[in-house]
Nanobody
Framework: QVQLVESGGGLVQPGGSLRLSCAAS????????MAWYRQAPGNQRELVAL???????TYADSAKGRFTISRDNAKNTVSLQMNSLKPEDTAVYYC??????????????WGQGTQVTVSS
């Protein structure tokens, strides 16, 4: 089985920055794409950024120009650098990874989420 643990959330003022990190561990054979999602109060969960195993990245329109996703394949980690934060960025941010588990098939795994609050 696989566990994903997010860290780095917190309270920040508008215009500030945060960096989220996610570490995957467990019975991992390989990790395909890794992504960050978020869910704000009253909204459905949405994709923020995705990075494929080869390094190709995809961003939501709301994140383009402000957020940067990166990964360290050797450490099975993915990060999200968030700059110029806005109140509308407030949400619980979730890490998601598509994983091939040892002695198993592909499956998506989710972290527990980390709260990001942008407020003055």
């Amino acid at each position: 089985q696989v566990q994903l643990v997010e860290s780095g959330g917190g309270l920040v003022q508008p215009g500030g920055s945060l960096r989220l990190s996610c570490a995957a561990s467990g019975s991992i054979f390989s990790i395909y794409d890794m992504a960050w999602y978020r869910q704000a109060p009253g909204n459905q969960r949405e994709l923020v950024a995705l990075i494929a195993s080869g390094g190709t990245v995809t961003y939501a329109d709301s994140a383009k120009g402000r957020f940067t996703i990166s990964r360290d394949n050797a450490k099975n980690t993915v990060s999200l650098q968030m700059n110029s934060l806005k109140p509308e960025d407030t949400a619980v941010y979730y890490c998601r990874a598509k994983v091939k588990v040892q002695r198993g098939s592909d499956a998506a795994y989710w972290g527990q989420g980390t709260q990001v609050t942008v407020s003055s």
